[in-house]
């Protein structure tokens, strides 16, 4: 990856402004309580305490503000004032919105201000202003260099970020801006091919080798949805598994993402309008890889596996064909009927594998699959289908906590599944009738390959829109799951995002003592 190096420090570093521009970030009510003294060392000897004071006392954030307090080299920018229930605390879209407008693109500092339960979000959300894919010739283009953010914690009880605490917030930008690549590369790099190196480099570092099931293999397999979608295509299909196995573990996580490299619709091929930005269909397979790494890295406890579902959905002689038959890997028959309905075919493969072959009781699948999901939840919230009530509040919450925001949509197969009816097999790939719920029929679709008597937790989140901000991509997923899954971080930071245990061994929403989450 390109770009420039972005490192997070729980100090205070003594720097001149003229040298190392200084950006000061953070909600007017928490910049109202610094005394100059906090932020002294990062704007002498060019900003004095009374340019600080009328810098902060003019800020009048409308949902935004920042004032220059020397030339455009020191800055202290408030975040909105109003939060809404269904939004972030962390105001994060606004944070990343900020730093993308004022960064010089030079070597220069971040100070954040916010509270310790806001700060995962808002280093997530600065790592999405630095993106790190581009192919512009420009010679005074510089991206090799550093953006260091540093910390300062305000609040009651406040305790200083541990050396595990920075690494963390490393570890998930890291992750977030590797997201953010896959999708941003377009196919003719970021193939299938090239997807799965990215998955061997992630399991280097790890020190977990990948399992590889491609081409051919596939459907001897019984991989029929992911070989018949990718089977045309110049660079073959395939299911990759990152498994983090610790010692002592005793619950079987997958997080399946659906890793489309380029959407062309098949023989169902997709307008020219429509077509371009499908490079991004990869991102719910992108944001399970920059989530695997930053789970992992932090201590996940629990064994858990990433499973990759990728193909390219190409058009040409070999193609599948409307009114063509495939067995999924569930040993269900679909009858397609839309070959732009393809990421729920090869989602379903990677959901029964999970459950069959590594006897998963929790599977989460994400992915950009519906056009149907924007209109639902809009372009900041995925939409969250599942099988569990309390899963579902503890996602809405998680969504909250990271930044990746979430909203549930109707779960209800006995009123919906009837729409996949058909007549020569088990269902139809796509819906009879597209304006009856239908985010929630492709999420059903998958479900039905797990079962719809699985016993145990299924979660699908649907990040279409939220997967893009512009022509950038988001990382969305990234922040989301780790925190999700944080009661079982070894991270002390992502343990206190996350659900809590209880000695019973389910665990609960903190604050919601009364909603339990069964982890199997």
Not at 142 to 157: M, P, R, S, W
Not at 221 to 231: I, P, Q, T
Not at 418 to 433: H, L, T, W
Not at 460 to 481: I, S
Request: hydrophobic share 40%.
């Amino acid at each position: 990856m390109r770009g420039p190096k972005l490192q997070f420090s729980g100090t205070l570093s003594p720097t001149d402004p003229r040298k190392y521009p200084v950006l000061v970030i953070g909600q007017l009510k928490h910049l109202n309580t610094l005394s100059f003294s906090d932020v002294a060392s990062k704007l002498l000897p060019r900003v004095e305490e009374e340019a600080w004071t009328i810098g902060v006392s003019s800020l009048q954030p409308s949902p935004t503000d920042s004032c220059s307090l020397y030339l455009n080299l020191a800055t202290v920018a408030a975040l909105p004032i109003k939060c809404s229930r269904h939004n972030t605390p962390s105001r994060a879209h606004s944070i990343t919105k900020i730093v993308k407008t004022h960064s010089v693109g030079a070597e220069e500092y971040i100070v954040l201000v916010c509270e310790r339960s806001d700060l995962f979000a808002s280093a997530c959300a600065i790592a999405r202003a630095y993106p790190t894919y581009s192919r512009k010739t420009a010679s005074g283009s510089n991206t090799d260099y550093k953006v260091t953010v540093e910390v300062l914690l305000v609040g009651n009880g406040v305790t200083p970020l541990t050396s595990q605490d920075e690494q963390v917030l490393n570890d998930a930008a890291y992750g977030v801006r590797l997201a953010a690549h896959i999708v941003d590369s377009p196919a003719n790099e970021m193939h299938t091919d090239a997807f799965i190196e990215e998955a061997q480099k992630i399991g280097h570092l790890l020190n977990i080798e990948p399992s590889i099931i491609r081409g051919v293999d596939l459907v001897k397999r019984g991989f029929g949805g992911l070989y018949g979608v990718g089977k045309a295509a110049v660079h073959p299909p395939a299911l990759v598994v990152l498994s983090h196995k610790p010692e002592g573990a005793t619950e079987n996580i997958a997080w399946v993402g659906k890793g489309i490299v380029y959407d062309t619709g098949g023989l169902s091929i997709k307008t020219k309008t429509s077509m371009p930005g499908m490079k991004r269909d990869c991102g719910g397979a992108a944001g399970i890889l920059g989530a695997f790494y930053t789970a992992v890295k932090s201590g996940f406890t629990q064994n858990l596996h990433a499973i990759f579902c990728l193909a390219e959905n190409a058009v040409g002689p070999t193609a599948t064909k409307p009114d063509d038959i495939h067995t999924l890997y569930s040993g269900r028959t679909v009858e397609i009927n839309n070959t732009d309905a393809e990421g729920r075919l090869v989602l379903s493969d990677g959901v029964a594998y999970a459950a069959k072959d590594l006897r998963c009781t929790t599977v989460l699948d994400m992915a950009t699959l519906t056009g149907a999901q924007g209109t639902a939840t809009g372009k900041y919230h995925a939409g969250l289908l599942t099988n569990s009530d309390e899963w579902e509040e503890a996602t809405i919450r998680a969504g909250q906590v990271s930044g990746d925001l979430v909203h549930p949509l109707p779960y209800t197969p006995e009123l919906h599944f009837s729409e996949f009816a058909s007549a020569v097999a088990d269902m139809k790939n796509s819906v009879a009738d597209r304006s009856n719920a239908t985010a929630s029929c492709a999420g059903l679709f998958i479900a039905a390959h797990l079962g719809f008597d699985f016993v145990g937790t299924w979660l699908h989140v649907d990040m279409a829109y939220p997967v893009h901000c512009g022509e950038r991509a988001t990382g969305y997923g990234v922040a989301l799951l780790p925190t999700l899954f944080g009661h079982l971080s070894g991270s002390a930071l992502l343990r206190s995002l996350g659900p809590v245990a209880t000695e019973n061994g389910n665990c609960e929403s903190e604050g919601k003592a009364s909603k339990k989450i069964r982890l199997s």
